[in-house]
């Protein structure tokens, strides 16, 4: 794992354009972008109509779906529409749609469940215990997964080993306990290649990225990182290292999967 000092955000100048701060072209890079090509192509032949970019709107995930559109992948694009993003973030969904063409399906959580969470928690839950943010959490974005996947039989995310310690060994493809592929063609990319990959094709991005937030979710929960911090310091920011997970990618132990 590379320390602090080496990671290309933590000597971050103050300017705000992330391209020319994190775009660098590094050795395998071709390579591993026809990696990541061959993986989409082999979910689609695997699972023909019947896979789903699970889009949260973030730089990797613009990378596929710009890898997706140029490669006319039978891939449906989806995001979670939480209620609590950004306005930034939210506007990319009509940019995806007029530059690529691509419908982004949205999956919202459902009113009630929102309303009866605020009304019994409060507005600022999230931050009076982890608990709380993950029963918000739960609310907001597992659900909406669940119905987001629902007769899929395969599905794609942009992370990446480089992102956490806890993704330092993921797998480029890995079979869930319910027999669902998911797919992570990312998993070998760095933050440069990322961004060297949106600069040369002139990706769409969030432009929360300009403000130093490498890793983008609800508003209430990230904040830009300062030099020296983590990638994903400023999600959770008020939690232990350890629990900054939102439950999308943590594998259930044996005994609470026996239970669901």
């Known amino acids: 794992m590379s320390t602090t000092s080496s990671l290309p955000w933590a000597a971050a100048p103050a300017v ?3 391209k020319a701060l994190y775009a660098r072209h590094t050795s395998g890079f071709e390579q591993r972008v026809a990696d990541t090509v ?3 192509r082999r979910a689609t032949a695997e699972h023909p109509g019947r896979v789903v970019l699970a889009n949260s709107l973030g730089a990797e995930d613009m990378v596929l779906t710009d890898l997706i559109a140029r490669h006319q992948l039978p891939i449906a694009i989806g995001t ?3 209620g609590a993003l950004h306005a930034e973030t939210l506007a990319l969904i009509p940019q995806i749609e007029q530059r690529y063409g691509l419908t982004v399906d949205l999956y919202a959580p459902q009113q009630e469940s929102v309303v ?3 009304r019994q928690h409060g507005e600022q839950a999230m ?3 982890i608990e709380l943010r993950k029963a918000c959490c739960q609310v907001r974005k597992l659900e909406p997964l669940s119905r987001m996947l629902g007769g899929r039989s395969a599905w794609v995310t942009g992370l990446r080993r480089e992102q956490s310690a806890n993704r330092g060994t993921m797998p480029a493809v890995e079979t869930e306990a319910n027999g669902r592929v998911k797919f992570n063609p990312l998993v070998e990319w ?3 290649d990322v961004w060297h990959y949106i600069a040369s094709h002139d990706v769409p ?3 929360l990225h300009d403000q130093f937030m490498p890793s983008i979710g609800c508003a209430p929960c990230t904040r830009a990182i300062a030099v020296g911090e983590e990638f994903r310091a400023g999600r959770w920011w008020w939690e232990d290292e350890s629990a900054k997970e939102c439950g999308l990618h ?3 132990p044996e005994a609470e999967r026996a239970l669901a």
Do not use: G, P
Request: proline share 0%; net charge positive.
């Open 38 to 40: 061959a993986w989409l």
């Open 116 to 118: 009866h969470f605020v």
């Open 205 to 207: 991005y969030n432009a």
């Open 16 to 18: 705000s354009d992330a």
């Open 127 to 129: 931050y009076q215990s």
């Open 250 to 252: 943590v594998k259930k």
């Open 190 to 192: 760095s933050w440069n």
């Open 80 to 82: 979670l529409q939480t």
